[in-house]
């Protein structure tokens, strides 16, 4: 399957402000590029890249006053396969995880598990662990919030999407995040692309969250916005939460004056 991502962002600025981008696909994906994969801006502008230790691609620069438009256009291809199910995938004591996969079991900045603990245990607690608990708090996120682009606030944490109810794709992959993290299921949080291939097409394409859990000595893609498997995910990026993969940070004052994204299935 060929699919073809791409974005327009732009800024203004009333001064020269950096910025941090997590634009590029995921290097897990470098292999699937069909076409390059590069970010122009309008002005151009010096861009400098490093990958972080998720194995994000983060590019810095420098936003000049005035307009500046962040862009691109690729084609990457894709299985064309939904997200796999793994009903026998185990759920492995906390003492015989990899060293690497601890920090995805901490409270971070939007999984505060300090507060959703006690919940937690009380609704999943007698669920058998594997992936079948890991399912189960996949279908309480999922119902637990209402979709709404009017609900979305960069601030909202799990503890607060869980009590008002309200939220976007953010909300309940860091809801589901936390509900796991609190069941000793390590879970980390995704970003990228999801088209509507295979699905109904309902508004304006934007960019998705979702979340991965360790289980049986890897990891699953699991999504609560959708509960349900879905074809043609392009990882951007991952880390504890929004804060590891936010597409962008601003270090100064700017307004977000246009955003579009595209994802759509190209022939053959």
């Known amino acids: 399957m060929r699919i073809r991502c791409g974005y327009e962002i732009t800024y203004e600025c009333p001064r020269p402000t950096p910025m941090l981008a997590l634009l590029n696909v995921h290097s897990s994906r470098y292999q699937n590029l069909e076409t390059p994969d590069l970010i122009r801006t309008d002005p151009q502008l ?3 890249q490093y990958h972080d230790g998720f194995a994000n691609l983060c590019s810095r620069f420098v936003l000049p006053a005035g307009r500046t438009v962040i862009s691109s256009d690729f084609v990457v291809r894709d299985s064309g396969e939904p997200d796999p199910i793994c009903e026998d995938a185990i759920q492995h004591p906390v003492e015989h995880l990899p060293n690497e996969v601890i920090v995805f079991l901490l409270a971070s900045r939007y999984c505060e598990t300090e507060h959703l603990s006690n919940l937690a245990w009380s609704l999943f607690g007698d669920i058998p662990p594997g992936w079948g608990r890991a399912q189960a708090i996949v279908k309480y996120a999922h119902e637990r919030i209402k979709f709404g682009y009017e609900h ?11 009590e008002e109810r309200l939220g976007v794709c953010r909300d309940y992959a860091h809801l589901a995040i936390t509900l796991c993290r609190c069941m000793n299921i390590p879970a980390r949080y995704c970003t990228g692309y ?4 295979g699905v109904p097409v309902v508004g304006e394409m934007d960019f998705s969250a979702w979340f991965e859990v360790y289980l049986g000595n890897g990891w699953h ?5 959708h509960n349900k498997p879905r074809v043609g995910r392009i990882l951007m990026a991952r880390g504890r939460d929004a804060t ?12 977000l004056a246009g955003f579009k994204v595209l994802g759509e299935q190209l022939p053959g």
């Open 46 to 48: 010096a861009v400098i």
């Open 152 to 162: 979305a606030r960069p601030t909202k944490t799990a503890f607060e999407a869980h």
């Open 194 to 197: 999801l088209p509507d291939i």
């Open 221 to 225: 893609i699991l999504d609560a916005r």
């Open 244 to 255: 590891d993969a936010a597409i962008t940070t601003c270090f100064g004052p700017n307004t």
